[in-house]
């Protein structure tokens, strides 16, 4: 079976949605005015999503990720570089879990 | 806007440059797509299904959403639920796509929009850092949507394609791969003490949030409260100033 008019059905929604979404912001964001609160806030966006992101993932993990996730800041201070601080934090994650299971 | 002038060498750079920037996270996508296929496989759908999803919604955490409501029965398929899902766990794209209004021009609105069509979670945050430090362009957030999308498309088909049980990306610490990023971006950022306490609030919303309700909420929750915070603080130290 290829597939079926209800799963085109939803896949099709599901897309729809998706760009409908992805499309608002980018068309909300002309609306707002270029100065003041409205600016400020589009200026914020960007960090609080960032920091919003990462911290449940550092916090609900346990130690593990909050070592990794020190480990990766050092070294991303330390030394500026993205890839860098990625693969330290993917290590120590990696390395930590096998000392903690085994 | 620069970018409407340059030369089409120039803007084939920062689309290369936008793709490279984004490796570290496309490891992850990978990692992760390998994974959606091996469940979509599990879950029913056929070849056609997973090319269609996986190419027209192309975002990974709607699309393991509707793993979990998906049936191999097409009448007994919950499609408005499905499209529901969808749509909650993408509202956070609004805040992600308004950010990037500055990059284009004021005029020929539609063709930008579209292109949020190839916005990713991981490009989005490549291209704020890029912008942030006064760099970053269409062409930037188009190669990294253009990497993603073919990282998640071929190991989405491989997964299914080997349909067996394939690692759990956690056991090799690639589930950390988007947080060490992300992580490493958020302290890029980093313009000054301003930032302090919008980012704890952030943080501390998003925690909470995601220990009441399950799914993408609390990126939502947490970016809207923190920026909000953010901008309350600015405004009211400028206005103190004046």
Same mark, same amino acid.
């Given at each position: 079976?290829?597939?079926? +008019?209800?799963?085109? @059905? ?8 998706t760009m409908?979404?992805k499309?608002?912001? /980018?068309?909300?964001?002309d609306?707002l ?14 960090g609080?999503v ?5 911290a449940?993932?550092?916090? *609900?993990g ?5 070592i990794?996730a ?5 070294? /991303?201070?330390?030394s =500026?570089?993205? /890839?860098?601080?990625?693969a330290?934090?993917v290590?120590?994650v ?9 | 806007?620069?970018d409407i @002038? ?17 490796? +570290? ?11 959606? %296929? ?6 029913? $759908? ?5 090319i269609?999803m996986?190419? $027209?919604v ?12 998906w049936?191999?029965? +097409?009448a007994?398929l +919950?499609?408005?639920?499905l499209? $529901?899902a ?12 308004a950010t ?5 021009p004021?005029k020929?609105?539609l ?9 990713t ?5 490549? *291209?704020?850092?890029?912008m942030?430090?006064?760099k970053?362009?269409?062409? /930037? $957030?188009?190669?990294?949507?253009a990497?993603a999308?073919i @990282? ?6 491989v997964?299914?394609?080997?349909g ?9 610490g ?12 958020l302290?890029?950022?980093? =313009? ?7 980012w704890?609030v952030?943080?501390?919303?998003a ?13 939502l929750? %947490? ?7 953010g901008?309350?603080?600015? *405004?009211? =130290?400028?206005?103190? =100033?004046?």
């Amino acid at each position: 079976m290829l597939t079926s +008019p209800e799963a085109v @059905a939803a896949i099709l929604g599901m897309a729809i949605v998706t760009m409908a979404v992805k499309a608002s912001g /980018f068309l909300l964001a002309d609306r707002l005015p270029r100065d003041g609160f409205a600016a400020a806030w589009l200026r914020h966006i960007p960090g609080a999503v960032l920091a919003a992101l990462v911290a449940p993932a550092v916090v *609900t993990g346990g130690v593990v990720e909050a070592i990794a996730a020190a480990a990766t800041a050092a070294v /991303f201070i330390l030394s =500026k570089n993205l /890839f860098a601080a990625m693969a330290i934090g993917v290590a120590t994650v990696y390395t930590v879990r096998l000392l903690v299971a085994g | 806007m620069t970018d409407i @002038a340059a030369s089409p060498d120039s803007r084939m750079d920062q689309f290369l440059a936008g793709a490279r920037a984004c490796v +570290p996270v496309a490891i992850s996508v990978a990692a992760y797509g390998l994974v959606w %296929g091996v469940l979509a496989r599990g879950a029913g $759908l056929s070849l056609l299904e997973v090319i269609m999803m996986s190419a $027209l919604v192309f975002a990974g955490s709607a699309q393991f959403v509707a793993l979990d409501l998906w049936t191999a029965t +097409p009448a007994a398929l +919950p499609i408005g639920a499905l499209v $529901l899902a969808a749509l909650i766990v993408n509202l956070r794209y609004l805040l992600l796509t308004a950010t990037l209004r500055p990059l284009y021009p004021a005029k020929g609105l539609l063709g930008g929009a579209l292109s949020m069509y190839l916005v990713t979670d991981e490009n989005w945050a490549m *291209t704020v850092a890029a912008m942030a430090r006064g760099k970053g362009s269409v062409a /930037f $957030l188009m190669g990294g949507g253009a990497l993603a999308w073919i @990282a998640w498309m071929s190991t989405n088909l491989v997964g299914y394609g080997l349909g067996s049980a394939i690692d759990d990306p956690s056991r090799w610490g690639l589930d950390f791969a988007f947080t060490a990023t992300f992580l490493a971006l958020l302290l890029g950022m980093w =313009k000054g003490r301003g930032d302090l306490v919008p980012w704890l609030v952030a943080a501390l919303a998003a925690i909470l949030t995601s220990r009441l309700v399950e799914g993408s909420w609390h990126i939502l929750v %947490g970016g809207v409260v923190g920026s909000l915070v953010g901008a309350y603080l600015e *405004t009211r =130290k400028n206005a103190h =100033k004046s």
